[in-house]
């Protein structure tokens, strides 16, 4: 549901920049190009910092004490 969300964002942003008249096509071609790389960037970190959160309690719960 992350990634959905995060690629409904981006695309709605991006319809935002490129057809609302308060941005150039420069402006635009620039989002595309550094906007959505670093956006998506940030993103895979983040959700790899969540997963790698997760995988560690679900470890620890999933361990039997030997």
């Not at 959905?4 to 695309?11: A, T």
């Amino acid at each position: 549901y992350l990634w959905i969300s995060f690629f409904v964002f981006i695309g709605a942003l991006n319809l935002i920049i490129a057809f609302s008249g308060y941005f150039t096509e420069d402006d635009w071609v620039n989002f595309k190009f550094y906007g959505l790389l670093l956006l998506t960037l940030v993103f895979i970190i983040l959700q790899g910092v969540y997963i790698s959160r997760h995988a560690q309690q679900n470890d620890l719960e999933n361990s039997s004490p030997e």
